[in-house]
C-alpha cells in the first residue's frame, strides 16, 4: 500500500506510431504498456491499418505481428504491395495463446521481449486450458485476460483486432471493452473509399476522437484537412442540405447533412436518420411543430450525414432542423451558411462546448454566414463574416 502523493506521477511514455492520424485517436501516441482494441466490418482496413503502424514501430522497437487468419505468405504479400520496410518486423502465425506468449516473451532485442504486439484477430485464438472452440465466448474472455495480463506485465503495447457482429457490435463478449484500455472502432460508408477511426473508450486520451484515411491502392492515407471530404460541393445550391459545424473529440469538423422530407403515403410516416440518432430526429420534429409552428405528420423525413460519419452531439439540432425545414420549403439555404447549436424542448437555443473554435473552423473553410447560439457568440465577430446568434428555434427561423 502507498499513499497517492507517493506514486511518481510519471507521465506515461508514448511512442509515435508513424502514423499521425492514428496516435491522435491514441490520445497522442501508442502508450507503453497498453491494449488497444480495433474493431469493424470484415475488409475494412483492420489488418491493413496495423500492418502499417507496425512496420513503421518495428524500426525502433520490436515488434511481433501474430495472425491467426492470413498465411505468412498473404501478410508478406500485402506488405511487398504497400513497399513497407519490413526487414525488422516478426511474423507469426499461431492461435495457441500460451505458445504465442512464450515466443513473445523471447522474441525481439535482448532481453527486452516484443514490445508491440499485435494480435490479429482475438476470435482466432484458444488457450489451452479451455476445451471450447476458437471464437467461443469463454475463448475469447480467456486469451484476451491472458494476454492484458502479460502487456501490464511486461510494458508490452498490444493491439487486439476483434471482429463485428452484423449488428455492428464487437463479438465476444463485452467484457472485452472493459479489460482493454482503448476501443478504437473503424467507421465508414461502404463503397466509399474513406475510413474513419474512433475511439469509443481510452484511458490515455479524448473519446469519440477521430482519425481520417483513404483506402488507397497503396494502402491507408492519411486525409490532414478531413472538413473537405464530408462536404459535397454542389454546382447549384439545393434544397435540404445544411452544413454543420461540430467537434468530434479535440478537433472541429464541417459536415453536411441532409434531409429529404416528402409526402407520405403511410398512416405512419417514416423517420430515418442515417449517422444520427432517430430518437433525437423524432423529438426534433416535435420541437420544430411546437415551438416553430411547422407540423410534418404527413410526410416522411429522411436525413443522412454525407461521409458515412456519425454524429452523437447536440450541436447537429439547428443544422438538422434547418436541413429538414429547407427541404419542406424546397428553398436552398443561403450559399455560405454554417450551424451549430442545441436544440431544447422549450424550443431554446442552447450554447455547446468550443463555440469560438467552431466559428474559427467555418471562416477558415470560407464560410460567411454562421448560426450559433447566442452564448457562444463572440464579442466581436471575425473579418468577413455574419455572426447570427439566436436564443429561441424562433430567431433562427425568422433569421432564413
Ligand atoms: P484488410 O486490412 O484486410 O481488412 P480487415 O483486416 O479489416 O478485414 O483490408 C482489406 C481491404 O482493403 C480489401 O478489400 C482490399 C483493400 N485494400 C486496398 O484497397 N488497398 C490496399 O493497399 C490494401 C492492402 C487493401
Ligand atoms: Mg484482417
Redesign the pocket.
Known sequence: MRKLSQVAAESTQRTATGMPELDRVLGGGLVQGSVVLIG?D???????LLIQALASLSDRLPSLYVSGEESAEQISL?AQ??GLPAERLELLTETCVERILQIAGKAGVGQDGARILVLDSIQTFYSEQLSSAPGSVSQVRESAAQLVRFAKQTGTSLFLVGHVTKEGALAGPRVLEHMVDTVLYFEGEAGSQFRLVRAIKNRFGAVNELGVFA?????LKEIANPSAIFLSRHDAEVSGSAILVTREGTRPLLVEVQALVDQSPLANPRRVALGLEQNRLSMLLAVLHRHGGIGLFDQDVYLNVVGGVRISETAADLPVLLAVLSSFRDRPLPQGLAAFGEVGLAGEIRPVPNGQERLREAVKHGFTRVILPKSNAPKSAPDGVQVIAVSRLSEALDAL
Do not use: H, Q, V, W
Request: proline residues 6%; glycine residues 24%.
Open positions: 469493424g470484415p475488409g475494412i482496413g483492420k489488418s491493413t500485402r504491395r504497400l483506402m488507397t491502392d497503396k494502402g
